[in-house]
């Protein structure tokens, strides 16, 4: 570029003040040009192989894995270009980035003792993510906050709440317990409460009726992997004989099928004569003479 401007063309119109200033604006264009085309080009690039990768995988476990791996490994490529970027940009306005990497490496060692909570969080990020224990889309309980996964770093685990649609911030190394909802496969749970006059053999076969229902829609039986699983009469209650069903879903697939399998219920002890008992208050009115 200052080659360009030294051409009696444009030396005739230019101080060699002006030529330093243009020279000098064109550099921080062209760094913050490559900057956004690297960063473009890396999740263009990466995007694509991840759909290829994905497109050959099965098991949705191993794609949210992948999922989230991605994620994690653009970040750190993405901050390694931004530290390329900032030290052009340092070097043009004339600071010498040695001493400050010199600085910076001195100074790291001294807050590195200091940084027990900040190493603890990224080490349990290493051993959560390297054993798949939660992946970006997962349902998940961590440290009393139920909901889905959103985004996962080494440090941090971002999860929404179910309930109040909140964002919330975990930190890796605080967790001790993780209950993932969505891992392999999941369950769909039921209990159903029937009159003591009910025949429950009678019971157990329309509830077969009813799961079969349930699987003739196309959409229910891609979600649902094994039969209907009857555990049996589980208990009495003081009018009521509870029944409990388990059906193996797809993860993620245990609501929409709980909810569509209670409305066949319902509908099918309706036409087979099947009460399901339900609490009455009676107000009986007595007249005065």
Known sequence: MEELLKFDFFSQYLTD???KLIVFIWNILKCTFLLLISVRLIRFFSDKIVKKILSRISAQERQQQLITLKTIVLHAIEAIIFIVYLGNMLNLFGIDVRPILATAGVMGVAIGFGAKRFVEDVISGIIILMEGQVRVGDYVEV????????KITLPLITVRSDTT?????IRCGYIDTIINHTMNYS????????AYGS???HVFKTLHKCFDILVSDSENKKKVIDGLDIWGLDSF???SLCIKVRIKTQPKGQWSI???FNKIVKERFELENIEIPFNQLVVT?????
């Open 17 to 19: 003040t002006h030529v």
């Open 143 to 150: 440290q009393g906050v139920k909901g889905f996964v959103e």
């Open 165 to 169: 649609g909140a964002l919330c911030f």
């Open 187 to 194: 369950y769909a749970f039921f209990e159903y409460d029937v």
């Open 199 to 201: 025949d429950i053999n």
């Open 237 to 239: 209650k003081e009018s």
């Open 258 to 260: 709980k909810r569509s």
């Open 285 to 289: 009115n007595l007249k005065q003479d």
